[in-house]
């Protein structure tokens, strides 16, 4: 398993960011959120919401789909991310794994893994770290040299995690880890970023799946239309009426004096 990074850990701190696609649709207005050093945060919202617009302006993918950050600061401890490219990300300890399980088909599991350590320099950590990832998966290692696009969609979603934490990242970005997959594998991924979290390493999680979400997340923020409309922790979200309804499938809670839960958010 991954060993945990530094204790010195630093805090991801986003502050009144804008962004744009094709300098007319505005995606992200005035969003401010933070991820504490080891935390678990949940980032809630429709399709459409800019979840995903979110955690590329964090990785530096943002440009790389026509988008552009029009204002608003990110700061990954003293390294600001805000206009820089994704190798910049990844050397700070910033490491996504995009939405829909994004494996290089053609090449071999192994073969995957080694390509997330391109540019570590010592050979016996990238070793140590190859086989902490296949404990923790170890299914991979049952697979090491067969092509990733053969695998199944679960054993993908592993690659593409086990790929990620290759380059020992602080601070993870996962894009919909769930999507698509059976409820044993959402289950196993689930278990897979307690561990990983537990070992040290803060998450910002991009999840439809909201009960799995919440279970997991320390604290959350939920997107409508690009803006935070509601945050909190996780328990206090889970509970208010507006997640119960329209996240949860629960019917609202009408007993007087319900708490509403949550802080908004302009």
Known sequence: MPAPPPSSAPAL?????DVTYG???SALRAVTLTVPPHGIVALLGANGAGKTTLLRAVSGTLRHHRGALTSGRIRYGETVL????????????????????RVFAGLTVDENLRAGALGRRSTTATRATRDRVLTLFPRLAERGG?????LSGGEQQMLAIGRALMARPR?????????GL??????????VLRTIHDQG????????NVGMALALADHAYVLEVGEVRLSGSADELARTDAVRRLYLGE???TTPGAAAGGQGAA
């Open 82 to 101: 805000d206009g820089r490219d994704p190798v910049a990300a990844v050397r700070a300890g910033v490491v996504q794994v995009p939405e829909g399980r």
């Open 251 to 253: 019917p609202a809670d």
């Open 182 to 191: 059976a409820p044993r594998m959402v289950e196993r991924i689930a278990e």
């Open 13 to 17: 701190h986003i502050e009144n960011l």
């Open 146 to 150: 067969q092509a990733a696009g053969l």
């Open 23 to 25: 300098r007319t649709v």
């Open 171 to 179: 601070l993870l970005l996962l894009d919909e880890p769930s999507l």
């Open 201 to 208: 390493t803060a998450v910002l999680l991009v999840e439809q």
